[in-house]
């Protein structure tokens, strides 16, 4: 988020008002106080757990029939002492450009259990990353990680941002299907967004969540729901989740209208969208165009209280 440009906004509407977390959307007028429910309507959550940070574990992910992961045998360089010292070897190398000997490090590191290896090959066969685009093998890497899930690999420990990811990546494939691989599953994907979205309260997977309750896609067609979960993922800085959240508010779609907590949303998803996100701009090109007055100026309190959040 660029505040420059956020306060630049400010200045250009002209007020001041205070955007909560506590937001109705299901028919509460704009300036009550309601509280949005945080828990998932089917998150696997065990009793007496904070609903964003201690889900029971997830079953385990289906596996496919997938190429093996093996690779040409080559003669390797030595390696470093330890299966960590690998990794972060392989990861320097990588910035150095150096990538076949980064992957023979990742992929020793990997065979030896470390999480952040087997999470970075498989970013790097789904990106195609300094090696060649490879579906089924970042799958089977995903995969892989997720199996070794512990008890301490909650939110907040070092391995969490690599099992959320891999956990969302899986997902998407699952959604997308994998062509002569894996066939599209919605159901299967809702469950792997669903697991990130509640145990490692992941925005990403709380965004893509709320896409499919939107779309009743793998879930039940339900806005209130996809309004919280984007909520949830707008108010840790997606701002695709604050984008949509903004339209449905100010379009009242749904949910409750509440135009100018909508106008907010935009303003601030509109500062962080990239030059191929034209749906966002034109998200908000409409609403500010729509807005009368005393909607802009509450959305200008909406916008200097989230600044005076903001780290």
């Known amino acids: 988020m660029r505040t420059s440009n956020l306060v630049l906004s400010i200045g250009l509407l002209g007020i001041a008002f ?14 009550s106080q ?5 828990t998932s309507p089917n998150a696997n959550l065990a009793p007496g757990t904070n609903p964003l940070g201690g889900a029971t574990p997830l079953a385990a992910v289906p596996v496919t029939p997938t190429a093996p992961l093996t690779t040409t045998p080559q003669p390797r360089a030595p390696m470093p002492p330890s299966p960590l010292d690998a990794f972060r070897s392989g990861t320097q190398l ?18 030896q259990g470390v999480p952040g290896a087997i999470w970075k090959l498989g970013r790097m066969y789904a990106d195609g990353d300094g090696v060649k685009l490879n579906k089924a093998r970042a799958y ?19 391995n969490a941002r690599f099992l959320a990811n891999a956990f969302v990546s ?13 066939k599209p599953d919605a159901n299967v994907a809702r469950e792997m ?3 990130a979205a509640s145990y490692f309260a992941d925005p990403d997977a709380q965004y893509y969540l709320a896409r499919l309750y939107l779309a009743g896609k793998g879930a039940p067609k339900d806005a209130i729901t996809a309004a919280r979960w984007l909520q949830l993922s707008a108010e840790k800085g997606d701002h695709r989740a604050q984008a949509l959240l903004g339209s449905m508010l100010f379009k009242g779609e749904q949910v409750s209208r509440q135009a100018a907590r909508g106008l907010a949303w935009l303003i601030i998803a509109k500062d962080s969208a990239g030059p191929d996100e034209a749906w966002i701009t034109d998200m908000y090109s409409s609403a500010i165009a729509q807005a009368n007055e005393n909607e802009r100026a509450m959305a200008h309190k909406y916008l200097e209280d989230w600044l005076k959040r903001r780290p």
């Open 193 to 195: 967004f669903n697991y």
């Open 140 to 158: 089977e890497y995903f995969r892989r990680l997720t199996s070794t899930i512990h008890a301490d690999d909650s939110l907040g420990t070092p």
């Open 18 to 31: 205070g955007l909560s977390p506590a937001v109705s959307f299901d028919g509460t007028p704009e300036g």
């Open 94 to 111: 990588l910035r150095q450009g150096r990538t076949a000997q980064a992957v023979m490090e990742l992929e020793y590191a990997a065979e």
């Open 34 to 38: 309601v509280a949005v429910p945080l």
């Open 170 to 182: 899986l997902g998407l494939y699952h959604l997308e299907g994998i062509p002569g691989v894996l």
